[in-house]
């Protein structure tokens, strides 16, 4: 596994422009608050956002960070004659105004949702056509955070840039400072991010472990592209409740905080705010940990040790001369290979062909004439033969480049002459265990150790892991545990440090400094 260095990230982040976010002053730091959408879904009210404020209030989370108040999707329900938006009647039948106005009453700030394409995705009016005025209905009602989906949109790249540059000018036009929230769930929005927005997602809803574990690996690469005005977004928090739409079990949730920590996200809370669980209270209350989180210096925590957390399964998409006795070449009507146990996949976001231990919703594929198909798409191979993508039929300008499927159980495809079949590799092994490393202002480190394992861990960081923050390797550390909120040991370089973390998702953060 290739390891990152943060002292080469704080080099490589030197040389990038401190310039390139929009230009509305906002997010020098993550954002901090609350949304409705992992707590509510849809079934939000004037009264719950209210609510919602007077609770963030009361817990005095608005004294350590959290500031802004976001309504999520349901809000809206068509447009009046003249192509404004129009809030829902039943449920907000005063508008958003006056809302915006008792929040900003109590210190906070207020945040709403749309869409890019027509729709959102509970098929409310979307902003496509309509950034103008919107943005302009936004602005008249005080909106300090716009969070703007991707449901009922065009994934081609150059379309959604496009349709995200026309709601950033437009609501820089307002002349009102107004955080710009992209939500397109996947990692190649964070090399224009900045030039977009304030904040853009990297990776799906996270609504399970699972989904928290695939953004933290889809984050993992792109900790170049954050810094102060924009930020790496792997989506809101879960908490513990179980009142609330989505969550974690403690141990995991605490987690996914610090995680989110240490890789600079906004701390979006989603846990049921109105009967928010004192466990949670504490987690989101831990100023030691909130403080790397919103550290001046800005720079995104890297992993140091281990790899993907969590992972479906290795591009399967090699092809390799057709040999008549290698079983990796011999797959059977459920597209399952013997060879190693595992079934072919098609990841739709990477547009990977993948294993899975698992037969899932995504195993769509087909034979038809003897043809491969996934969706009705072509699977071929590009001439460099390592990149298999599915492709519209009447697109695939050379048919050869086809799969075709033949009574030997074989996908094979020719390429100059030469028959080539599809072949099976080793699931690539998940890693259980990370250390994951954040750079702060004063040259001190954060440092999470991760165990997704189902048994207690000892994780061990020796000489070369610290060099791997920046240390020399000869010095004399101070640790402290920012969970127990206490210095818990000092350490001589070379030496090593391997505390013991619980299983299932457990976690340790630290802050590891030199002994002045």
Same mark, same amino acid.
């Given at each position: ?8 990230? *704080? ?7 401190? !310039? ?10 993550? $954002? ?8 509510? /879904? ?33 809000? $809206?329900?068509? /447009? ?29 700030? %207020? ?19 309509? &950034? ?50 992209? +939500? ?14 304030? #904040? ?5 809803? +996270?609504?399970? *472990? ?21 930020? !790496? ?10 009142? $609330? ?8 949730? /605490? ?122 798409? +072509? ?15 009447? %697109? ?21 002459? &030469?028959?080539? +079949? ?5 699931? &690539? ?77 457990? #976690? ?9």
């Amino acid at each position: 596994v290739k390891h990152t260095s943060i002292a080469y990230v *704080w080099v490589l982040l030197m040389a990038i422009s401190p !310039n390139l976010a929009i230009p509305n002053g906002l997010a020098l730091s993550p $954002a901090m608050g609350y949304n409705t959408w992992n707590d509510f /879904r849809c079934n939000i009210t004037a009264q719950d956002i209210i609510d919602a404020a007077k609770m963030i209030v009361s817990t005095q989370l608005n004294r350590i960070g959290y500031e802004y108040v976001n309504i999520d999707d349901c809000w $809206a329900v068509s /447009r009046d004659n003249k192509g404004a938006i129009v809030p829902d009647p039943e449920r907000f039948p005063h508008g958003i105004k006056p809302i915006a106005d008792y929040v900003h009453s109590l210190g906070l700030k %207020l945040g709403i949702y749309t869409d890019r394409g027509k729709y959102t995705c509970q098929k409310r009016p979307g902003s496509l056509n309509y &950034e103008i005025i919107d943005a302009q209905t936004y602005a008249s009602w005080d909106i300090d955070y716009l969070k703007e989906d991707s449901c009922y949109a065009s994934d081609d790249h150059h379309t959604a840039f496009d349709q995200y540059g026309k709601m950033r000018d437009a609501l820089n036009q307002t002349n009102r400072p107004i955080y710009f929230s992209l +939500c397109g769930w996947n990692t190649w929005y964070a090399p224009v991010g900045a030039s977009l927005g304030n #904040s853009w997602r990297i990776a799906g809803d +996270c609504n399970t *472990w699972s989904n928290v574990l695939n953004a933290i690996d889809s984050n993992a690469p792109l900790y170049h592209y954050a810094g102060p005005g924009g930020w !790496n977004d792997p989506d809101m928090l879960l908490g513990t409740s179980a009142r $609330a739409a989505s969550s974690l079990t403690k141990t995991r949730s /605490r987690t996914m905080f610090n995680q989110w920590a240490v890789m600079a996200a906004p701390l979006l809370i989603g846990s049921n705010i109105l009967h928010l669980p004192p466990y949670d209270l504490e987690t989101y209350s831990n100023t030691e940990i909130i403080a790397v989180n919103q550290d001046r210096l800005g720079v995104q925590g890297v992993r140091i040790e281990g790899g993907n957390l969590k992972n479906i399964g290795s591009i399967v998409a090699v092809v390799e001369p057709c040999t008549e006795n290698n079983p990796s070449q011999v797959w059977d009507a459920e597209f399952k290979n013997d060879h190693h146990s595992l079934y072919m996949s098609f990841d739709i976001t990477n547009r990977n062909l993948i294993y899975g231990t698992v037969f899932d919703k995504d195993h769509r594929f087909k034979i038809e004439n003897n043809k491969l198909l996934i969706h009705n798409l +072509c699977v071929s191979v590009l001439p460099d033969r390592k990149h298999i993508y599915p492709y519209e039929c009447h %697109l695939v300008e050379d048919q050869e480049s086809s799969f075709w499927f033949n009574e030997q159980g074989r996908f094979y495809t020719n390429i100059k002459g &030469e028959e080539y +079949c599809l072949t099976a590799l080793p699931a &690539e092994m998940v890693s259980t265990t990370n250390i994951w490393a954040r750079k702060l202002y004063d040259g001190s480190v954060a440092v999470i150790f991760l165990n997704n394992h189902d048994e207690p861990a000892q994780i061990e960081c020796n000489t070369e892991c610290f060099k791997k923050m920046g240390f020399d390797g000869t010095e004399i550390l101070n640790i402290r545990d920012l969970e127990l909120h206490k210095n818990i040991q000092t350490l001589q370089l070379p030496g090593k440090f391997d505390p013991t973390v619980e299983p299932l998702g457990g #976690s340790n953060i630290y802050l590891i400094g030199k002994v002045q």
